[in-house]
Nanobody, 124 residues
Framework: VQLQASGGGLVQSGNSLRLSCAAS????????IGWFRQAPGKEREGVAC????????YYRESVKGRFTISRDNAKNTVYLQMNSLKPEDTAKYYC??????????????????WGKGTQVTVSS
C-alpha cells in the first residue's frame, strides 16, 4: 500500500498548482482522503478532506475558496487544486488515507496511510 503526492513546485504569489495523490495497492475511492501540510518548525495542518461515503469536502478556513479537493476514481487519484497561492501556503504537502473522520481531519490530520510529500514554495 503506497500513496505518492506530486505536483509541487515553486510559484509566485497568486499563481496556481494542482497536486495529485496517486495510490498503489488499494483503491482510493473506498477511503476518505485528506491533504495535510507541514512547514519547517511548524505543526502539521489539515488542509482538506474528501469523504468516500457522500463526497462531502472539508477545508481549513484559510484555504476555503482557494483550494479544491476532488477525486478521479478512474485514475485512482485525488487532486488538490490550489489557486491564489500565498507565501503562507509554503510547506510540504502530504496526502493521507483513511483518517478516523474526514470531518475532524482538518484539526486532527492523521490517517492510516500516507506517503512522501511534495514541496510547495510560494514566493512573494
Amino acid at each position: 500500500v503506497q500513496l505518492q503526492a506530486s505536483g509541487g513546485g515553486l510559484v509566485q504569489s497568486g499563481n496556481s498548482l494542482r497536486l495529485s495523490c496517486a495510490a498503489s495497492g488499494f483503491t482510493l475511492d473506498n477511503y476518505d482522503i485528506g491533504w495535510f501540510r507541514q512547514a519547517p518548525g511548524k505543526e502539521r495542518e489539515g488542509v482538506a478532506c474528501i469523504s468516500s461515503s457522500d463526497g462531502n469536502t472539508y477545508y481549513r478556513e484559510s484555504v476555503k475558496g482557494r483550494f479544491t479537493i476532488s477525486r478521479d476514481n478512474a485514475k485512482n487519484t485525488v487532486y488538490l487544486q490550489m489557486n491564489s497561492l500565498k507565501p503562507e501556503d509554503t510547506a510540504k504537502y502530504y496526502c493521507a488515507a483513511d483518517p478516523p473522520s474526514c470531518r475532524t481531519f482538518i484539526t486532527i490530520p492523521v490517517g492510516d496511510y500516507w506517503g512522501k510529500g511534495t514541496q510547495v514554495t510560494v514566493s512573494s
